[in-house]
């Protein structure tokens, strides 16, 4: 399958990075019956909310070693004019290493918006996240320092704290709600400090699309899974302020930007309100926040898997691997079962999937429904708590076969791919343009199964490659495909 790479920059819009960036366009005017409301409501938030959006300010230091910072700047081949290169390597590093390592600051600028008017602010996690100072400003320009109550790195949301009371404050509406095409306002503070102001900046846009996903594209296990996308203007310095809709409410918190250049264009994207409403009482106790988990490793279903399923619509997800002693395997969840509900919840895709579970409860028991040789299951299942080290106990699924070549699992190939189960087969060599290129299959990929069937070495892989016949269903370490005939 061929992919061509589109250039851009995913920039979590925090730090100041360019100064020439423009706030965006003017959104265009409405129609002449419409602009009395649209102003006025434009207005009318920023006269209200941005009373409440504050700048963030964050400083943190870090230590560089003396003798790292020491180098000769003497082209290839060249001599130094110093003479002995050796010689002074080892008189300037003695010298160096007696020497205490140097302190540099790193400084971040983002925005916040009270919620509370005993001073505690919303704003995002990767804002204030190892900050060793915080300075909170307020749009009448009184500075505060500040201080993290709570934080939390999937959600990418934090709680601060400042000491001060009868604070103006905003309201979290219902993101869910949120219709595209809506009218909303960006409210930050972009580039506050350059321009030495600290009242926040006002744009106007509307709402692009919903549930929008980032997938992989930050680490950190942020999980940017399901955002709302705007065109309002959203540049560095608006991480953390508020997406508001007309009536004053917050629908999001600005948190990122699509972009080619670092600044506005056109493509930013916020953290739903109904996110923070779900988390944000245990950020203000600095309790951890709970994730729910399954246990499993899925895919999205396309028009053949859903064929080879049995299924008459390309809606739930595919089960590709299952973790050993999690709350799946616990429960009797299998591979190849297709889920389609949790509890009363009908599951599309892998999104839905992972936003469900999410936000279910740690230990709570719970009904998933599946496909499973075609027929409907219900199991009940106790929700585990997501660990810290999930990205080391799944894998990624995706798909595998024809017009590929294979090799044993040898204790070296186990060694080199870090593999615990030795069982399969290791596709060393994939063919361009291939069946196998085709359904996704990569040099690497461990086979497991072939149409449901075992394979533990290369003697099941002869076998039942030469007993396939028509599509084949595959199975990897990375998930599911269907490899065609190529006929």
């Keep these: 399958m ?9 920039v979590l819009v925090m730090r100041l990075s360019v100064f020439s960036s423009a706030q965006g366009q003017v959104p ?15 207005i009318e938030v920023a006269r209200t909310v941005g009373k409440a959006v504050v700048s963030i300010s964050t400083e943190h230091t870090d230590k560089a070693p003396a003798g790292r910072r020491f180098y000769f700047n ?31 600051k790193q400084v971040g600028l983002g925005s916040g918006v009270i919620i509370d008017p005993e001073g505690y602010i919303l704003t995002n996690e990767h804002v204030v996240d190892g900050a060793d100072k915080i ?17 939390d790195s999937r959600s990418d949301l934090a709680v601060v704290k400042v000491n001060a009371r009868n604070l103006p404050v905003a309201a979290l509406g219902d993101s869910d709600s949120a219709k595209i095409g809506q009218w909303v306002v960006a409210i930050g503070n972009p580039f506050g ?14 709402i692009s699309a919903l549930h929008r996903s980032l997938g992989k594209a930050m680490p950190n296990d942020r999980d940017y899974g399901d955002l709302i996308q705007t065109d309002a203007a959203i540049n560095p310095g608006n991480s953390g302020g508020p997406l508001v809709n007309l009536k004053g409410e917050i629908v999001g918190i600005n948190v990122a930007i699509f972009s080619t250049s670092g600044g506005y264009q056109g493509i930013g994207f916020a953290i739903p309100s109904n996110t923070a409403k779900r988390i944000i009482a245990r950020l203000i106790e600095g309790k951890k ?33 299952v973790v050993k002693n999690g709350p799946a395997q616990k429960a009797g ?75 044993e699992i040898t204790p070296d190939v186990a060694r080199h791919f870090n593999l615990e189960d030795a069982s399969g087969v290791v596709i060393s060599e994939v063919a361009s343009g291939s069946p196998a ?20 070495n290369l003697g099941d892989y002869a076998r039942l490659t030469s007993e396939a016949r028509g599509d084949v269903l595959i199975k990897t370490n990375r998930g599911f495909c269907v490899v065609k005939t190529g006929e």
Excluded at 79 to 86: C, R
Excluded at 194 to 205: D, F, I, K
Excluded at 294 to 318: C, I
């Design 2 to 10: 061929k992919r061509k790479i589109a250039f851009f920059a995913l």
């Design 193 to 206: 400090f350059a321009l030495q102001n600290p009242e926040p900046t006002v744009t106007a846009g509307v």
């Design 333 to 407: 969840i299998k591979d190849a079962d297709v889920i389609v509900r949790l509890a009363n919840q009908p599951i599309a895709s892998v999104r839905e999937l992972l936003n469900a579970v999410g936000k279910t409860d740690v230990g709570k028991k719970t009904t998933v429904t599946v496909i499973r040789n075609k027929k409907e299951v219900s199991i009940s299942v106790e929700i585990g708590e997501r660990p810290q080290n999930i990205e080391k106990m799944t894998s990624a699924p995706e798909g595998v076969w024809r017009g590929l070549r294979v090799q």
């Design 437 to 456: 290129d085709d359904a996704g299959l990569m040099s690497g990929d461990i086979i497991r199964q072939i149409n449901n069937q075992p394979v533990a």
């Design 135 to 151: 300075t909170v400003t307020l749009p009448d320009g009184r500075e505060f320092k500040g201080e993290i109550k709570g934080q």
């Design 74 to 104: 003497v082209p290839p081949g060249a001599q130094s004019p110093f003479g002995d290169d050796e010689f002074l390597r080892r008189f300037f590093g003695d010298y160096f290493r007696n020497m205490p390592d140097q302190e540099y």
């Design 289 to 321: 926040i709970l994730y729910g988990w399954l246990g499993v490793t899925v895919q999205d279903l396309n028009d053949d898997l859903a064929k080879q399923f049995g299924l008459t619509e390309k809606k739930g997800a595919l089960v590709a691997g």
């Design 28 to 42: 265009p005017a409405p129609s002449q019956g419409e602009q009395p409301s649209l102003e006025n409501g434009v």
